[in-house]
């Protein structure tokens, strides 16, 4: 009797040892851990969330189709000949742009400014572009 305790509980041990050396299966339904896989949302988040260059590269583009032939490729601005009409366009790298706030760019790209010849983007730019593009002008321009 004895020995059959013995044998027992040394293969329980055997078992239990063998067990847990093995590498856990990646089977989420099975895996009742709670600690997250942080290398599973790291990967997810990069999936869905855009970095900085992602936004820089479209807004770059965006500003480069829609801004560039009146504000330059450098937001140095001045003036330009657009169908017939010159116009004077903002240089984005002055002090006087830098202190104005997003809110304020986002209203003139959204709305344009009829009287100073700029057009509205509105309904041709995504709200989420727009703001795009003031983060490039903020980097880009005027280094902030």
């Known amino acids: ?78 003036k330009v000949d657009i169908e017939g009409t010159i116009i004077n366009a903002e240089n984005l790298t002055t002090d006087k742009m830098k202190k104005m706030d997003d809110a304020k760019y986002i209203d003139y790209i959204e709305n344009g400014i009829k009287d100073e010849g700029m057009p509205a983007f509105k309904g041709k730019l995504t709200d989420q572009e727009i703001k795009d593009i003031v983060k490039f002008i903020r980097k880009e321009f005027q280094k902030q």
């Open 1 to 78: 009797m004895k020995f059959l305790k013995i044998t027992l509980v040394l293969t329980t041990f055997m078992l239990f040892a063998v067990a847990c050396s093995q590498p856990a299966a990646n089977n989420s339904a099975a895996n009742t851990n709670t600690k997250p896989n942080t290398n599973a949302n790291t990967t997810a988040a990069a999936n869905t969330q855009p970095t900085m260059a992602d936004e820089l590269a479209s807004a770059r583009k965006n500003y480069k189709e829609k801004c560039a032939s009146c504000h330059k490729e450098d937001g140095s601005g001045g």
